[in-house]
């Protein structure tokens, strides 16, 4: 499986500021996708990242909200704009492998908005 | 779009026993039905998946079942130990469009092995 790494692994935000999470692969991969999971929660997918297109996101997340950079085939970038302490959240980074299904996660960027 | 309803929210269990985990799903297209442990503060981990051509898949001690016809699928852990403590998520996999599938998970079961 492919090894996936995030960055910051947590941050501490002030309200109405904006964070850019990264997300590094080992492999090239056509997809990744950004997910978010609210304390004790499940998870709830933003938006699927395409190398070469747009970001499609889910109903309730906007690009304006959740801009999402995908400039190659290994890395990713999900931005959290303007944010309320209604943001404080776990995101997390994954890549899905096209020949089995099989679907793995980045260690996930702890975000606490004050 | 796809629904996944996960049964019990919460299960505890003495170690040694068994435990099993219920979802279903409203797709009937749903082609592929993962398993996810998570520890606190970690990632999810695939621990074992199924797809609809399967009726059960067995690794160890930890097993799936897939009932198609019923739209439910099952996860089973026998013998349990205290390292099996964790949130377990169900998922299934539809398609979304443009030749895309992705992952409706269910709410998870938080699952404590008693020592």
């Known amino acids: 499986s492919a090894v996936i790494s995030q960055k910051p692994s947590r941050d501490i935000c002030q309200r109405g500021t904006s964070l850019t999470i990264q997300c590094q692969v080992d492999?090239?991969?056509?997809?990744m996708f950004w997910y978010r999971q609210q304390p004790g929660q499940s998870l709830t997918l933003i938006a699927t990242a395409n190398q070469g297109s747009e970001a499609t996101y889910e109903s309730g997340f906007v690009i304006d909200k959740f801009p999402i950079s995908r400039p190659n085939l290994t890395f990713s970038t999900l931005t959290v704009s303007n944010m309320s302490p209604e943001d404080s959240s776990i995101y997390l980074c994954?890549?899905?492998?096209?020949?089995?299904?099989?679907?793995?996660f980045g260690p996930g960027t702890r975000l606490t908005v004050l | 779009g796809e629904n996944v309803e996960q049964h019990p929210s919460t299960l505890s269990v003495q170690e040694g026993d068994s435990a099993v985990i219920k979802c279903t799903y409203s797709d009937s297209a749903s082609n592929y039905f993962p398993w996810y442990k998570q520890e606190l503060g970690k990632r999810p981990q695939l621990i074992i998946d199924i797809r609809s051509n399967v009726g059960e898949k067995k690794d160890q001690r930890i097993a799936v079942t897939l009932n198609k016809t019923a739209k439910h699928f099952s996860l089973h852990i026998t013998e349990t130990q205290p390292e099996d403590s964790a949130v377990y998520f169900c998922a299934a996999s539809s398609y979304s469009g443009a030749g895309s599938y992705q992952l409706t998970f269910g709410k998870g079961t938080k699952l404590s092995v008693i020592p």
């Open positions: 492999s090239q991969v056509t997809m």
């Open positions: 994954s890549t899905r492998d096209p020949k089995d299904n099989e679907q793995f």
